[in-house]
């Protein structure tokens, strides 16, 4: 029996190793809290063993699976480098990219708006860097995508940056108020008071790019106009960046008037999830209608962002795979 042991131990292949070093990377930092990081990246990678001590990390296995592992990590390490952070969502976006999406964010890896507190605002997915070429290139983009994908803070951030180039004179920021489980008659307050609330999101996006006093002063002087898109209509909306927020809460003719709104020098973006409709049964929702009407118009950009786009709360994600398995079913 101990021959048969000894023979099986000769005949066993030795493990590969493949030892990484974290270079200016702090590892608590990196593998998170009770090494959370960690085991994100160990259930990736079931065949192989990872062990980390310190700033060494060490993986034991097959050399091909090594290879895949080695070159996937180090692209985990420059995404930890330039945004100073990670977190589950991050991991599996990152693993799963290929060599030319990491390599198209590392070409077009530049400052969108330096925020507020000295935040770096930039396209955190391939998919927001290909939303931000996109208003770069032509002057009406659809985004679409679900919730948390940065659709409309990618927006609101380029709106700013050309508006502090003087690209643009002014931001305009709408919504459809859509009355999504709520009657805004029984809400208090004046109209502003009742309308506040379905803009708030615009607002966030725009307290972390710009101090609150520029802000209001801008908001006081029309600099920046946050509206219902029912204040639109009649308007013509030149030398400015336009940006309708969940798009699929309009209806037909709601789309028709905003984007007809177009003016000189101006620039239309419209976001929107085609999976969160609130409008009543049997409407038909103006941002699905528009993206198959004006697919093949030129210079008018459609992109679709996904779930690998989410940057809320790792839950986020979960959450809406949640919803689309039971979706599917029904």
């Known amino acids: ?28 930092d990196f593998w998170g809290a009770q090494d959370v990081h960690l085991e994100a990246i ?13 700033t060494i990390v060490k993986a034991y296995g097959e050399e091909e699976i090594l290879d895949e592992f080695e070159t996937r990590f180090r692209r985990l390490m420059q995404h930890f480098t330039r945004f100073n952070s990670i977190d589950e969502n991050v991991i599996l976006r990152v693993l799963e990219s290929s060599s030319q999406e990491t390599q198209y964010m590392q ?66 920021l709408t919504r459809p108020a859509v009355e999504a489980g709520e009657n805004l008659g029984f809400l208090p307050g004046d109209m502003k008071e009742k309308l506040d609330p379905y803009m708030q999101p615009l607002y966030d996006a725009l307290r972390d790019m710009l101090p609150p006093q520029t802000l209001e002063d801008y908001i006081l002087k029309g600099i920046i106009q946050i509206a219902p898109l029912a204040f639109m209509r ?60 004006l697919k093949d118009v030129d ?25 689309k398995s039971i979706e599917n079913h029904d």
Request: hydrophobic share 40%.
């Open 107 to 172: 070409d077009s890896d530049k400052i969108l708006v330096h925020g507020v507190g000295g935040k770096l605002i930039k396209a955190m997915t391939p998919n927001q860097q290909k939303l931000v070429d996109y208003i770069h290139k032509m002057d009406m983009v659809f985004a679409i995508g679900p919730a948390g994908t940065g659709k409309t803070y990618t927006g609101v951030a380029m709106a700013v940056k050309a508006l502090k180039e003087k690209q643009v004179k002014r931001i305009i």
């Open 234 to 293: 009649g308007r013509t909306l030149d030398n400015a960046f336009v940006i309708l927020d969940e798009a699929q809460n309009t209806t037909h003719s709601q789309m028709k008037m905003f984007l007809t709104r177009m003016g000189k020098n101006a620039k239309f973006m419209i976001t929107g999830d085609p999976g969160q409709v609130d409008l009543p049964r049997r409407t038909i929702s103006g941002l699905k209608e528009a993206i198959l009407v």
């Open 299 to 323: 210079g008018i950009g459609i992109i679709y962002l996904d779930d690998k786009d989410i940057v809320r709360h790792k839950l986020v994600k979960k959450i809406i795979d949640a919803y």
């Open 42 to 54: 160990k259930k990736y990678y079931p065949k192989l063993k990872i062990v980390a001590r310190g």
């Open 1 to 28: 029996m101990y021959f048969q042991h000894f023979k099986n131990n000769l005949n066993r292949k030795p493990l590969n190793e493949r030892v990484i070093e974290l270079v200016e990377i702090t590892p608590k």
